[in-house]
């Protein structure tokens, strides 16, 4: 996992940071896609340090490989939506 991580800073793409208060507590959130583009169906992002991969399934954000925490993996997806209109 850290080796991922120190590859993908040493990519030099720019990357948007953003912050999102979810039940009460702030997370920071980096998106590490080279580009985005409407009709986009995966995000691969770095949240609090930990990368993580969110998926689109009609309409609603979850993160791959896990059934847990859907409210908030489709607040953060919903976020990047409105924030890049995808």
Known sequence: MEEMILTLAENNIP????????????????????????????ISILLDGIVQKLIKIKDKWQFENSDSDIDFANDIGRSISLRYRL
């Open 15 to 42: 990357r948007q940071s953003f912050r999102i208060t979810f039940k009460g507590q702030d997370f920071q959130i980096r998106i590490l896609d080279k580009e985005l583009y409407k009709d986009m169906a995966e």
